[in-house]
């Protein structure tokens, strides 16, 4: 199946995610961004969160002392989710409405993966 045929989010999204609890220190949280190399981790609980880099270096901006801080001082609730099966198109809409750089693809409830501004950048090359 070529490129332009299969345009759903499943062609795009990451499989490989960092997950991590609320009460992590949010340093845990950067080193996992890092050995991922990913721009941002899924916060485990109720409600799901997510902290980017951006989330982290505005701590920083603020003169927060991140050794202190915890994900959850710096974590944004998700409030939208994406599905594997949705067009490439319709999840970029979903980012661009609601603001977000990243977003969980959720199948059965269960996050499966996570789709990035990148990753959308990059089904249209």
Known sequence: ??????????????????????????VTAAERMGEANSGAVIVRGEPT???????IVQQVAEGR???????DDAATEVTATINPTQHIKDAASTMLQEGISYVPVTEDGEIVG???????TESST
Request: hydrophobic fraction near 30%; proline fraction near 0%.
């Open 1 to 26: 199946m070529s490129k332009q045929q299969d345009q759903t989010v499943r062609r795009y999204m990451s499989e490989s995610f960092e997950t991590v609890s609320r009460d992590s220190s949010l």
């Open 114 to 120: 996570i789709l990035s501004k990148t990753d959308i």
């Open 49 to 55: 969160g997510i902290v980017t880099s951006t989330d």
């Open 65 to 71: 002392d991140t050794s202190e801080l915890h994900v």
